[in-house]
């Protein structure tokens, strides 16, 4: 399976676009805006480019808050080429061009990437919450906000957020093993239902091995809904499949 394509259907996912006023928070008493809901569904125009491949798109995304991420991509005229679904401890690919498809856990993932990557971590990259869950020790306060550094294991991540919305602006993760890292960067932020969501989102992975040193993705979504009923998540491997 190439791993360029599917970095960019991990990293392709929700959120949508409109204006809001968010008072300033009193910096003594900083709270980050997180991101909380049961369903959610959303469309996405994507852009992917590792150096060697060029590749632009439509997603159409499903998630249920810490249980399932699901994508369906469509390139153009309608036509679907890949299906994704991601849960806690797994990661299920369908190539529909050529008929094949992928299971795999998280352990293979990380492998693969030389990176950490889990669940947990793709669901919060895609909201833009933080990695781990926050606590005020490695909280620094600067004149238009606040740095925050945490550690899981063997990976570094500074976060940087906003003052006067409380909202994860970027952060960079390093994997201390390899040097390898993910930065995003968030912006266009815009009120879905009662959550406040980034529009837009810039992913870039560096690795420092394989034929694609630096990988770069953008996603900017056109339309989400956060659901109060259950949502449908399709992913049935036809028999005629056969596996990487």
Known sequence: MNKGFLLLLLFSFLLISCNRNIAKLDK?????????????????????DDGQKDIAGTANIRMAYDSLIWMSITPGLGVEVARIMLTPDSVFFMDRINKKYKIMGFEELQKSYQFELDFNMIQAVILGNLI?????QGLK?????????QKSQDIVINSFIDQASGKLERFDATDLRNDNSISVNYGDFT???????????????QTNS??????????????????EQSLNFPFSIPARYTSY
């Open 132 to 136: 781990l869950p926050y606590s005020r």
């Open 141 to 149: 306060k600067h004149p238009d906000g606040y740095s925050y550094q």
């Open 28 to 48: 003594k008493d900083l709270i980050i805006d997180e991101i909380s809901f049961d369903y959610m569904s959303a469309r996405t125009k994507i852009k992917y």
């Open 210 to 227: 394989g034929p694609s040193s630096r990988t770069n993705v953008e996603i900017g979504y056109t339309k989400a809904e956060i659901e």
């Open 191 to 205: 009120l879905v239902g009662e959550e406040t969501l980034p529009y837009k989102i810039e992913a870039n992975f």
